[in-house]
């Protein structure tokens, strides 16, 4: 295990034992690996992440989803029902810096893994717990499923048309937010060794972050008392700030102050609104939005979206095409900032990949190993902990790799 050792990345030196599945957890630890750290993914033997199979698309046999979330990693396949396998395993945490996993409550208790354990044999190892509901109150050991999570948490209910269906994000969101907020509990509980000398247990859950989410939503409700509406393409907060239909397409447009709306007006050739009382400052415009955004729309139906981008940015107001997600992975900024990487796989060929949306000024962050397949380092890792080859045959032979 190692704190400062010197290395070109940023987490150059960590080592992270990574006992997640699906996708919070190994975002978390792509996250850490794409920074540096030496993350081992263990996986069942036969089978693997469940994601593995999470296909179409494959890439060859590799499915995307798991390729999507599994890069800089190294995996080794460990059977962790008998003893045997578990034994491997404690070895392998003994030798991290952080563990993370995603098991049913209690699970590594269950195996001998509990706090007294660590605290004898892998005192500064940092633990990250990701969980459905967390280790409280009455869901406390239930699993979670980002969609469910979606409706429970009020993500659902505040998305959608207002006369329409409450509607979840195109991504799992919640999922993603939660492999976030993984990946700054563990660097959090990283830095906080450097001055205590010890590692320490820290937990996040899908339930927890649902609600975080709702961010100004919820402020809006807790200091008003007013239930939470869905405004389609709306902002609860900020009038206009919403999609327009323009002669070609949909159009975003963001007004954010009150200057803002008045060059608004004016592109718009309507200087008159902004000194309509109904208009005058944003707070009025939140409540009188149905007149503002009818009026606005019949104007900007009258040209093109690629009219209005340059009219409105010359003004200084933010607007934007809805791209699709080809278009968006495709377009200048993407290429720009390096956010489609390619890689070598192993099976799959050449892969198209996301790039990483952190940048460094001193150290390195990359995607420079692919995602790996099911056990490919496996006898890598056993020898790094001191198994010999008579050794690493045998577990194999017993099914245990």
Not at 18 to 34: I, K, S
Not at 167 to 180: E, F, H, N, Q
């Amino acid at each position: 295990m190692a704190d400062d050792q010197a290395g070109s990345e940023p987490l150059a030196g960590l080592r992270v034992l990574d006992l997640t599945r699906v996708l919070a957890g190994p975002l978390c630890t792509m996250l850490l690996g794409d920074m540096g750290a030496d993350v081992i993914k263990v996986e069942r033997p036969g089978g693997g992440d469940d994601t593995r199979g999470w296909g179409p698309p494959f890439a060859g046999t590799e499915a995307a989803y798991f390729l999507g979330v599994n890069r800089n990693k190294r995996s080794i396949a460990l059977d962790l029902g008998g003893e045997q396998g578990r034994d491997v395993l404690r070895r392998l945490i003994v030798d991290s810096d952080v563990v993370i996993d995603n098991f049913k409550q209690g699970t590594l208790a269950r195996w001998g893994l509990d706090d007294d354990w660590y605290e004898r044999e892998a005192p500064r190892a940092v633990r990250c717990t990701i969980s459905g509901y967390g280790s409280d109150g009455p869901k406390a050991g239930m699993p979670g499923y980002d969609f469910i999570l979606q409706a429970e948490t009020g993500l659902m209910a505040i998305t959608g048309e207002p006369d329409g269906s409450s509607m979840k994000l195109g991504v799992a969101i919640v999922d993603i937010c939660t492999g976030l907020m993984a990946t700054i509990a563990i660097l959090a509980a990283v830095e906080a060794r450097h001055t205590t000398g010890r590692g320490q247990d820290t937990e996040v859950n899908l339930h927890d972050t649902g609600l975080a989410m709702l961010a100004n939503v919820a402020a809006n409700h807790l200091v008003s008392g007013e239930p939470a509406g869905r405004y389609g393409n709306g902002h609860p907060n900020i009038v206009p700030y919403r999609t327009y239909p323009a002669a070609d397409g949909e159009l975003a447009v963001a007004v954010g102050n009150d200057s803002q709306f008045v060059r608004f007006a004016e592109v718009l050739g309507h200087p008159e609104w902004a000194e309509d009382e109904r208009f005058l400052q944003n707070a009025t415009r939140v409540t009188n939005r149905d007149a503002i955004d009818a009026l606005v729309t019949d104007v900007i139906i009258e040209r093109t979206r690629e009219e209005w981008i340059e009219v409105l940015d010359a003004a200084g107001i933010t607007s934007g095409p809805i791209n699709s997600v080809a278009e968006a992975l495709s377009s200048p900024q993407a290429r720009a900032g390096g956010m489609v990487t390619e890689i070598e796989h192993p099976t799959a060929g050449l892969l198209r990949m996301l790039g990483l949306p952190i940048r460094f000024s001193d150290t390195a962050a990359s995607t420079q190993h692919p995602p790996p397949l099911l056990g490919e380092h496996t006898d890598e890792v056993l020898r790094e902990l001191g198994f010999e080859d008579p050794d690493i045959e045998q577990l194999r032979v017993f099914g245990v790799i």
